[in-house]
C-alpha cells in the first residue's frame, strides 16, 4: 500500500493511503482520528456551511471527532447512533446500514430519550465521508423516528458519486479509484 492521493480540505493538506475494498474498487483512507488540526479546520470550515441547528446527530464511530468539534466550536449539543444497544439504553431505538467501508450490514442506535430530546429541534446530521449514503440513509431514518427536523446533512468529505448530490454539504471531493 504505497499509493497516496493528496487531499487539500479547509487549508489543511494530508497524503491519504490509497486502500484496496474489493478487486474493482479502491479509496483513499481518510482518518480524522488523532488529527486535531484537521478535526478543527474542518468544524469550522463545515458550520460556515451549514444552517442553523439545535442538535447534531453522527454515526459512531469515525464521524464523533467531527460532530464533537462542531458541537464544541458552535456551542450546540451532539448525540451520537451507537453501533449496538447498551447497557444504559432503557429504550434502544436500531437501524440497520449498509457502508463502504464493511462488509456487513450495521446497526445504529439511539435511546428514545435521546429521540425524545430531538423533538421540536433543528437536527444536522454529520459523517466524516458521505460515499453511498446508507449511513446517512440510517441516521435520517432514526432522527425520523422523533419529532425533530433534519435541516442539514454534512460532512468534511463527499466520496465518489456522493459529489454530485445537492441535498448534502460537504467541503471537498474525494475520488474512488477504480480497477481493470
Given at each position: 500500500m504505497d499509493?497516496?492521493?493528496t487531499?487539500?480540505?479547509?487549508?489543511?493538506t494530508?497524503?491519504?493511503?490509497?486502500?484496496?475494498?474489493?478487486?474493482?474498487?479502491s479509496?483513499?483512507?481518510?482518518?480524522?482520528?488523532?488529527?486535531?488540526?484537521?478535526?478543527?479546520?474542518?468544524?469550522?470550515?463545515?458550520?460556515?456551511k451549514?444552517?442553523?441547528?439545535?442538535?447534531?446527530?453522527t454515526?459512531?464511530a469515525?464521524?464523533?471527532?467531527l460532530?464533537?468539534?462542531?458541537?464544541?466550536?458552535?456551542?450546540?449539543?451532539?448525540?451520537?447512533?451507537r453501533?449496538?444497544?447498551?447497557?444504559y439504553?432503557?429504550?434502544?431505538?436500531?437501524v440497520?446500514?449498509?457502508?463502504?467501508?464493511t462488509?456487513?450490514?450495521?446497526?445504529?442506535?439511539?435511546?428514545?430519550?435521546?429521540?425524545e430530546?430531538?423533538n421540536g429541534?433543528?437536527?444536522?446530521i454529520?459523517?466524516d465521508?458521505?460515499?453511498?449514503?446508507g449511513?446517512?440513509?440510517?441516521?435520517?431514518?432514526l432522527?425520523?423516528?422523533?419529532?425533530?427536523?433534519?435541516?442539514?446533512?454534512?460532512?468534511a468529505?463527499?466520496?465518489?458519486?456522493?459529489?454530485?448530490?445537492?441535498d448534502?454539504?460537504f467541503?471537498?471531493?474525494?475520488p474512488?479509484?477504480?480497477?481493470?
Open positions: 499509493k497516496t492521493y487531499l487539500n480540505v479547509a487549508g489543511v494530508r497524503e491519504l493511503p490509497v486502500c484496496k475494498v474489493s478487486e474493482k474498487l479509496i483513499a483512507a481518510f482518518i480524522m482520528f488523532s488529527d486535531v488540526e484537521l478535526t478543527v479546520a474542518c468544524a469550522k470550515a463545515l458550520l460556515e451549514c444552517p442553523e441547528f439545535d442538535v447534531i446527530v454515526a459512531e469515525k464521524g464523533i471527532p460532530a464533537y468539534e462542531m458541537s464544541r466550536q458552535s456551542g450546540k449539543v451532539y448525540i451520537p447512533a453501533k449496538g444497544p447498551k447497557l439504553m432503557q429504550e434502544p431505538v436500531i440497520e446500514d449498509q457502508s463502504i467501508t462488509a456487513a450490514k450495521q446497526r445504529l442506535v439511539i435511546d428514545k430519550k435521546d429521540l430530546a430531538m429541534k433543528r437536527v444536522l454529520v459523517d465521508v458521505i460515499s453511498t449514503g449511513s446517512l440513509h440510517a441516521l435520517e431514518t432522527v425520523g423516528r422523533s419529532q425533530g427536523i433534519v435541516v442539514g446533512k454534512a460532512a468529505l463527499a466520496e465518489g458519486d456522493a459529489a454530485q448530490r445537492d448534502i454539504i467541503l471537498e471531493t474525494l474512488l479509484f477504480f480497477h481493470e
